[in-house]
């Protein structure tokens, strides 16, 4: 919040909307924002399943990893490294850019760069569907890290609620 977005008028502290412009007291404004979450000043729905109200510099400031893991919904992700060419870490979390930007504290440089996402209803499900994928494209591997290019890799991303398994899960095997 920028210090000029507040005056002092006739006794009372306004806030100036930054969309509109409008004036609005300052009351108001704090009451409507108690019951809002942002997570590195990025406004997060009431409708996301992992809202708590309050300001968080990242999601596991409001929530811890057991908590986080047992939420299903989330993304799907790729992330980049150009210490690292050629290679790229696939992995799941509630919020893909959040993730990626709880790399940057391993990283000197704050270089990882979210290549791609996807929405997914199921995460860890998803997140398996695309290690076997990677498995199948890519030359080599070292755990959740792929050597595979950046375009083949983000196609697998974009495209992984339409690409066909390689793999059954465990899940979808049946004993006869």
Same mark, same amino acid.
């Given at each position: 919040?920028?210090?000029?977005?507040?005056? $002092?008028?006739?006794?009372?502290?306004?806030?100036?909307?930054?969309?509109?412009?409008?004036?609005?007291?300052?009351?108001? $404004?704090?009451?409507?924002?108690?019951?809002?979450?942002?997570? =590195? =000043?990025?406004?997060?729905?009431?409708?996301?399943?992992?809202?708590?109200?309050?300001?968080?510099?990242?999601?596991?400031?409001?929530?811890?990893?057991?908590?986080?893991?047992?939420?299903?919904?989330?993304?799907?992700?790729?992330?980049?490294?150009?210490?690292?060419? =050629?290679?790229?870490?696939?992995?799941?979390?509630? &919020?893909?850019?959040?993730?990626?930007?709880?790399?940057?504290?391993?990283?000197?440089?704050?270089?990882?760069?979210?290549?791609? $996402?996807?929405? @997914?209803? &199921?995460? =860890?499900?998803?997140?398996?569907?695309?290690?076997?994928?990677?498995?199948?494209?890519?030359?080599?591997?070292?755990?959740?890290?792929?050597?595979? @290019?950046?375009?083949?890799?983000?196609?697998?991303?974009?495209?992984?609620?339409?690409?066909?398994?390689?793999?059954?899960?465990?899940?979808?095997?049946?004993?006869?």
């Amino acid at each position: 919040m920028k210090p000029d977005s507040f005056v $002092y008028e006739d006794g009372q502290w306004y806030y100036i909307g930054a969309s509109d412009g409008a004036k609005r007291k300052f009351e108001s $404004y704090r009451k409507k924002n108690t019951s809002r979450m942002f997570v =590195g =000043g990025k406004y997060i729905p009431k409708t996301h399943p992992m809202h708590k109200a309050g300001h968080y510099k990242t999601f596991e400031d409001a929530w811890n990893h057991t908590q986080l893991n047992k939420q299903t919904k989330g993304h799907v992700y790729a992330v980049v490294n150009p210490a690292w060419p =050629g290679w790229v870490k696939v992995g799941k979390a509630v &919020d893909a850019q959040d993730r990626t930007n709880s790399y940057q504290t391993g990283s000197p440089l704050r270089d990882y760069e979210l290549l791609a $996402y996807s929405e @997914s209803e &199921d995460k =860890g499900e998803d997140e398996k569907k695309a290690h076997r994928l990677f498995d199948k494209e890519a030359s080599e591997r070292k755990g959740e890290w792929f050597k595979l @290019s950046n375009e083949k890799a983000y196609t697998i991303i974009q495209d992984l609620a339409d690409l066909q398994d390689p793999l059954p899960s465990p899940r979808q095997l049946r004993i006869v």
